[in-house]
Structures are given as C-alpha cells and as structure tokens.
C-alpha cells in the first residue's frame, strides 16, 4: 500500500465545463507545427529544410547547447515552413501530413536487458529524451546530469484538467513499460491518487497525495518527499509522456498521440480528444465553441496556461485546451456593491462563500483590479502547501538578491507552483511570470 501524504493547504476552483469522460479522435491537421518555445531553456538549430520528406520521428530541430537532444516531428510528410520572428527566433517548424504515414523505426526492446546507457540512448534519439524537465530551473534536463530521482505525478487538480484515470485507459502496459525504462536512469518517484489502480505500479516508490490543488503539482510532491539541495539535480516528466516512452519501447515507433480535455464553460459538448502534439487548435475546438460572448482559448488550464488561438499549435507539454469568457464585454453597474453569488473568490467580500462547495462557476480572464503595491498579508502562504516562504521569495527575485533567493527555495520552484498563489493574490502580481525570470536570472548567474 502507498502512503499517503495529507495536503491542508491549497484551493480547488470548482469551474463549469469539466470534460465528459468520453473519448473520441480530433479531425486530423493538414499541417502539424512543433513550437519550440514549449521546451523553455532550450536553444532551437533547425536540422532541416523547407520542402524536406520527413517520418514521425526524424528530427526537425535540436538543443544548440547538447545537439543529442532532438525534438522530432509527430507525423510524417513535408516540411512546409520554418517560422521565424524577431532576430529569426524559431517560432515554429511546421509539417504537413502526408497521407500515408511512416514512422522511424526504432526497433522494439525489452526494457529489463537494456543497460541505462542504451536506455538513454533510445531516449535521445527518439526524440523523447526532450520531455525531461529537470529542477532547478525549470528547463529542459541535461542528459549530461545524473538526477537524483526522476519525479512523475498521474494527479491532475488544476481547473479543468484531464482526467488521469481517463488518460490511461488502455495505456497501463506502456505506462508501466515507460516507468520501467526511467527506473534505469535512476530512482523514480510516482504521485498518484488514493485508491488509485497505479498505486501498483512497478519499479517505482509511489506515494498517494490527497487535499487541495495543487497537490498534483510534481513540485509539491517532490518538496514532500526528497526535497532539492543546493547542487542536486532531479528530473520530472508527465504521466503521459512516460506512456509515449513505454510505447517506444513495445512498438519501436514514436506516436505523439495525447488524450486531451477540451473543457470550459465556453465549450458546448465538454470532451477528451485524442490528438497529435502539434495539431491545429482550430481543428480540435471545431464547432464546439460558443459563440454567443468573446471567447479566450487557452492551450492548457486556465491557471497555467498560454491564451492562443485556432491557428496555433497545441504545445508539446499540453493535457488541456481550455475555453472561458473573456469578459472585455461585461458591464457590471454597481458590481462592487452586489452580493456576486455567481462570482468565485476566497474572500467574504463575495457571497459565493455561502454556496454549496461543488457549486461550478463562470470565470472570465478579466483582471478585476489594478496592480497595487505587494503586501505581506498571508495569502500567498494560504494556498501554498511547500515548506518555502512564496512572499519572501517572490521579494528576493524582484530585487534580483540571489543569495536570498538561494536561501528561500528557488531551487525546488517552477512557475506552475505559484498558479494558486497567483489566483489569490489581491496585488494582481503576475507571480508565475516573476518566478520564471527568477529562474532564468539564478541560472544565467550559475552558467
């Protein structure tokens, strides 16, 4: 049996549009685009050219600093487009699809006679070795590092996440497969819910977390079981990224294909889809976004995600496509002054805390408030179940002290960690943005 670990603090933000546990397949995408800018830490050299013939896993573009580490393309076809911005930034390669599909083969291995340098190696030549993210900093891993454990959450409690339990409906071989071939790397961590049928799960120590978002958040589970040090490094990966890894392994193919939810209260039939990395957004909300109001997309959650639009690219990390008001069109006479039982908010100033706790909300993207000067008034330390002062460290990165933000945590943090803190926030302090540069600053700084 795992143990279990209690989370107190925290929030669940109950909103309306959670997905139907039904799945179906998404409309295939004319062309498939892989955004580099969903690898962060990462410096693209494209390793391909405009009108190039490609297979599901050839590589479209590598890490300039280790080129062993490939981002491979999800489907075969022609490369129709490498995007660039300002100072020919690689915005996007992107691929249409050819209508028969070929895949690299890779060749099928037994993960049990594989040594942890073949393991590696299969990794980094799939492609997959890129879905790493290691701490501190929050940035693609070094396959040069050996991790001290390598952390997996099956625990989704964000608004409006994917379901785990549906995303691994029969994907469990190559779920255990996947956690098989990381044992190999090094020790393997798994949060998971109580009661979960992966509380089975074999070559790993697994450990069930129960409370309030955002106990599913792989920082926190780490914090609470092997917490990072100065100097140690650990890797995190996701729950469904260890399945594109298991059927690496048991096909010897790379299928990029995710069980996603498309959610919101601005999505009229609530769903999971599976969809390639890549896909068009467009082709995955088709028709089923309302049309009545102003609508935000957003390519993830509604506390971590990115606002996008049906002309991008689902991002290669991505569980989610989210859809709520905007709320530009709102007119509220004398709204500070009603009672908002429909309003959502931590604070009695809003008479929503007299509603039934599963009561589901509307929330819009609109601010609702200007930036005002950050206080120490708590809230951040409410919601935020890991042993770090969040206020005292936001501090520290604003004014750039990085022996205090040594001293406050920084190592253990991603951007992810502070969503709730910055749902809370009456200062309407962009947190997760603030912990980003603090990251990127503390590692430019150790380089």
């Known amino acids: 049996m795992a143990n279990v670990i209690k989370i107190t603090k925290g929030l669940n933000i109950n909103l309306k549009g959670k997905a139907a546990a039904q799945v179906s397949a998404a409309p295939a995408s004319k062309v498939y685009g892989l955004v580099p800018d969903a690898f962060w830490g990462m410096k693209p050299k494209v390793v391909v050219k405009e009108g190039d013939d490609v297979k599901a896993g050839d590589a479209l573009f590598v890490n300039k600093q280790h080129p062993e580490v490939k981002f491979v393309s999800p489907v075969a076809g022609k490369v129709t487009l490498v995007e660039r911005g300002d100072r020919r930034k690689v915005l996007s390669v992107q691929v249409e699809a050819a209508a028969e599909q070929a895949y690299v083969d890779f060749g099928k291995k037994d993960v049990k006679s594989l040594t942890s340098e073949q393991v590696k190696e299969a990794l980094l030549e799939s492609g997959l070795f890129g879905f790493f993210i290691q701490r501190p900093y929050a940035v693609v891993a070094d396959p040069n590092d050996t991790p001290k454990g390598i952390f997996v959450s099956a625990i989704a409690d964000m608004p409006l996440a994917a379901d785990i339990d549906v995303v691994m409906k029969g994907n469990e071989a190559d779920f255990q497969t996947g956690i098989s071939a990381l044992a190999k790397l090094a020790k393997v961590y798994l949060g998971v819910k109580p009661g979960s049928a992966l509380a089975n799960t074999k070559d790993a120590e697994v450990t069930a977390f129960s409370g309030k978002c955002p106990a599913g958040n792989v920082g926190v589970q780490i914090n609470h079981v092997n917490p990072i040090n100065k100097g140690e490094v650990v890797w995190t990966i996701g729950a469904e990224e260890v399945i594109f890894i298991g059927r690496l392994f048991n096909t010897g193919k790379v299928n990029l294909t995710r069980t996603i939810a498309v959610a919101g209260s601005e999505i009229k039939e609530p769903q999971y889809k599976q969809v390639l990395i890549g896909a068009k957004i467009g082709d995955i909300v088709a028709g089923n976004v309302k049309t009545e109001q102003k609508v935000r997309i957003i390519d993830g959650n509604p506390l971590t995600g990115m606002k996008t639009s049906e002309n991008d690219f ?126 990127d600053m503390l590692r430019k700084e150790n380089e």
């Open 314 to 439: 689902l991002l290669a990390h991505s569980t989610e496509v989210s859809a709520i008001p905007e709320g530009d069109e709102a007119n509220e006479l004398f709204g500070w002054i009603a009672p908002r039982l429909k309003n959502f908010s931590v604070s009695r100033s809003y008479f929503s805390w007299l509603m039934p706790k599963n009561k589901e909300y509307v929330l819009d993207a609109r601010v609702k408030g200007g930036h005002r000067h950050m206080i120490f008034s708590g809230e951040y330390e409410s919601v935020f179940p890991m042993d770090i002062y969040p206020e005292q460290l936001v501090k520290a990165i604003i004014a750039g002290d990085i022996d205090r933000m040594e001293a406050l945590g920084i190592y253990e943090v991603a951007p992810e960690d502070f969503a709730v803190a910055e749902f809370v926030d009456s200062s309407k302090v962009e947190l997760q943005r603030i912990v980003r540069e603090g990251l």
